[in-house]
């Protein structure tokens, strides 16, 4: 729930947005509501002192604010140098005193204004401007990029869509208190609660847009929607707008067409239009909160239900939909044109048999997709799939699993067969059926009904995902057992990413690399490596533009002259990762050589190595097989997105 820093935010916020809804009340659905300026006048005259209050509250609560995030981004106590620093050193810092400028102008506007009705445009583009600069204070600024400046435009238009519907609430509210007091007021009242009727269409179609924008940026997937801090703020709020909306349309569809028919029709017109604004406050009490909250995409989800929906029981192994899915599908197909030709024909009875039907195919394909779920589910590694904890999580196999599931995990070590199952715990076979948030809570907990026991205790959280790393890497490389020299375009394994550096240049990462160009990575030792280092260095001006990455197997880093552009210093993880649980790498890199076609998409596609017997080397062959690589289709190895926690 929102605390006394999030509730300063809300407050300043709501001083923020207000003024700017009640200057388009007054602009843009008052004054052309009336030829004259009486009722007008009234309303501007009454507004006044509640915009002057608000300039007041804006002004204060950014002071706090700025102290508050002064004190939080250095960690030390408030001093007048610590303020000047964070105003003169930091985005926000720079956006406040931006703010504060525009702030003093519509301050001076407000307490000098006399009540015309024609000198209310200043007012308004000060005030929308005010509003707005909140977009370049949050999580807009810290996105990078086009969808930095995505967000950044989205959240614009969700304020000034909110500043419109919120801020013209109130001088609504006034309205219409005025006509209940003075049925002279009706018309004016009538006039304008119509035209408030459009504005409010228009900035809630600007509000589920854009909402859906920041949504899709700063949320990402429904999991993270109900499974982090920020997901469950965003769902209350998006229970307060269902809520506004809901009074909005009875107003616009039930009181308003009754407005000067119906007397008192004012009096509820007024009364849900204080409603609606006392459930904005509270929205804006909760905007408060996100804006102090990491976004939902930048955190790992805690999965709050005990299933949820998956394809997988619905699909046999070529991809074709199951027969009873199949079957239901149709059925529900047939069912909503049966609903839509009833309704078009009005046969009620034909219609309720189509509802029926379409609703029980559709229940029976979504009860067939529901499976268990548990609350890693939808986690994240945080550990990227990477040499270091690949090696890292080989050895945390083979101290805690391989007694088990053996050493290519297929279910043969020692201590399988006391362990009184029908088939041995495989680990190979379906291993990449499960994500990894699956894996991980079955290896902080076990498996009920299994005998495989919890290592919470014994595995810290980061070698638990270490070792999910190693098996994806052990799967990967018994799928693609067969890849030789050859591209075959079903083959591929994600290479493992690795730093290095190249003589004096600055250090680098294979990930990097991805889009630029293909890789040639060798493996070589001396001096059975010369010659064929010799012929690769001569010949990348004729390999298409791949990047020749070049690394000892062991300690000895010499290498002819010549090479300095091939030559890279890494860590000796990557030899190890790159053996991994496949038995044709290790005998590649025993016999001292072995080279790997790594395509721009990051998929090893290839592997060149003496092994392979007479011919291995021939660079026709290899610049045929890069010529493959770039013709097939660039889809990257998917990157774990950047995740906090796990």
């Known amino acids: 729930m929102p605390d006394v820093a999030d509730l300063n935010r809300g407050l300043h916020f709501a001083a923020s947005l207000l003024p700017a809804g009640a200057l388009v009340f007054l602009t843009l659905l008052a004054a052309p509501a009336t030829a004259g300026a009486g009722p007008v006048g009234d309303l501007r005259s009454r507004l006044r002192l509640g915009l002057r209050a608000a300039v007041v509250v804006a002004f204060a609560t950014g002071v706090v604010w700025l102290a508050a995030e002064a004190v939080s981004m250095s960690g030390t106590a408030l001093s007048p140098r610590l303020l000047v620093l964070t105003l003169t050193s930091t985005s926000f810092g720079q956006v406040w005193l931006v703010r504060a400028v525009v702030l003093a102008a519509l301050a001076l506007w407000a307490f000098r204004a006399r009540g015309a009705v024609g000198d209310d445009g200043v007012g308004l583009a000060l005030s929308v401007a005010f509003a707005v600069t909140l977009a370049w204070i949050g999580h807009p600024v810290g996105t990078a990029g086009a969808a930095g400046a995505v967000l950044l435009t989205s959240q614009a238009v969700h304020l000034v869509a909110a500043a419109g519907w919120l801020g013209a609430l109130l001088p609504l509210a006034l309205a219409l208190a005025a006509a209940r007091r003075e049925p002279a007021m009706l018309p004016f009242a009538a006039a304008v ?161 189509g509802v029926m039907a379409a609703i029980g195919g559709s229940v029976h394909v979504l009860a067939s997709m529901v499976v268990p779920a548990y609350p890693t589910s939808f986690m994240r590694s945080p550990v990227p799939f990477a040499a270091d904890a690949i090696v890292h999580g080989a050895r945390t196999y083979a101290d805690h699993c391989v007694a088990c ?39 902080s907990n076990g498996i009920p009904g299994r005998p495989m026991p919890s290592f919470a205790a014994e595995i810290p959280p980061r070698d638990r995902w270490a070792l999910i790393q190693y098996l994806r890497a052990q799967a990967d490389a018994s799928i693609c057992h067969a890849m030789a020299w050859r591209i075959d375009p079903e083959l591929g394994d994600p290479a493992p990413d690795f730093s290095f550096q190249i003589g004096d240049g600055a250090p680098e990462t294979l990930v990097e690399q991805r889009g630029r160009a293909n ?68 005998k590649a890199l025993a016999a001292g050589h072995v080279e790997y076609l790594i395509d721009r998409a990051g998929f090893v596609r290839a592997r060149w190595s003496p092994a392979d017997g007479e011919g291995w080397h021939d660079l026709a062959e290899l610049k045929a097989q890069i010529a493959a690589a770039d013709r097939m289709p660039f889809r990257p190895v998917e990157l774990p997105a950047h995740v906090h926690g796990g």
């Open 193 to 353: 609660t119509r035209r408030f009727s459009y504005l409010g269409m228009i900035c809630v179609l600007a509000l589920l847009a854009s909402g859906l924008v920041n949504s899709w940026l700063l949320v990402g997937t429904i999991p993270q929607l109900f499974g982090t801090a920020y997901g469950h703020v965003l769902l209350m709020k998006v229970a307060l707008f269902l809520a506004m909306l809901g009074f909005a349309a009875v107003n616009r569809f039930h009181w308003t067409p009754r407005l000067e028919i119906v007397p008192q029709s004012v009096r509820r017109l007024g009364r849900n239009a204080i409603v609606e604004l006392g459930l904005g406050l509270g929205i804006l009490a909760l905007v408060g909160a996100l804006g102090a909250t990491p976004p939902a995409a930048h955190e790992q989800p805690l999965w709050p239900f005990s299933f949820t929906f998956s394809t997988a029981p619905i699909l046999l192994w070529d991809g074709r939909l199951d027969p009873d899915a199949l079957t239901a599908l149709a059925i529900a197909g047939a069912g909503l044109a049966l609903t839509i030709v009833a309704a078009v024909w009005r046969r009620h009875v034909l219609a309720v048999l």
């Open 405 to 443: 599931h053996g050493a290519e995990g297929l279910g043969d070590g020692p201590a399988a067969a006391s362990l009184n199952l029908p088939s041995p715990p495989t680990l190979v076979g379906h291993l990449t059926d499960h994500p990894d948030g699956e894996l991980f809570w079955w290896i």
């Open 519 to 586: 890789i040639l990575l060798v493996l070589y030792s001396r001096p059975g490596s010369d010659a064929r280092l010799r012929q690769l260095a001569a010949a990348r001006p004729e390999l298409y533009g791949t990047r020749v990455i070049a690394i000892p197997i062991g300690d000895d880093t010499a290498a002819p002259a010549g090479m300095a552009e091939m030559l890279a210093h890494a860590p000796p993880d990557v030899v190890e990762a790159y053996a991994i649980a496949d038995p044709q790498r290790r």
